[in-house]
Nanobody, 122 residues
Framework: VQLQASGGGLVQAGRSLRLSCVVS????????VGWYRQAPGKERELVAT???????NYADSVKGRFAISRDNAQNTVYLQMNSLKPEDTAVYYC?????????????????WGQGTEVTVSS
């Protein structure tokens, strides 16, 4: 599985960016796809996810500003980021998960893209 992220860049606070992630297989084969980010000196954190059933989940810090969506025909997941803040500065990673079970044991098979850098200036 390959995930190719793009769309990062340098923007001023208050502006918008849209990240894209193309996955190398049918997007319906994943239980969830989404975005994580890692700021300098901090741990990687969840930004937003969308499940195969179109349920979405957002970090509290981005609710109301970011929107995740998917284009099933293009096997692409997007992250529309509005009203960007300097604290949104990070490397953003595309993520996908396939959940499998063996007996009663659940396995989360996680796949990561290479990351795209977002820098928000004040």
């Amino acid at each position: 599985v390959q995930l190719q992220a793009s769309g990062g860049g340098l923007v001023q606070a208050g502006r918008s960016l849209r990240l894209s992630c193309v996955v190398s297989r049918n997007i319906f084969s994943f239980d969830a796809v989404g975005w994580y980010r890692q700021a300098p000196g901090k741990e990687r954190e969840l930004v937003a996810t969308i499940t195969s059933g179109e349920s979405t989940n957002y970090a509290d810090s981005v609710k109301g500003r970011f929107a995740i969506s998917r284009d099933n025909a293009q096997n692409t997941v997007y992250l529309q980021m509005n009203s960007l803040k300097p604290e949104d500065t990070a490397v953003y990673y595309c993520h996908s998960r396939i959940v499998t079970h063996k007996g009663w044991t659940r396995y989360d098979n996680d796949y990561w893209g290479q990351g795209t850098e977002v820098t928000v200036s004040s």
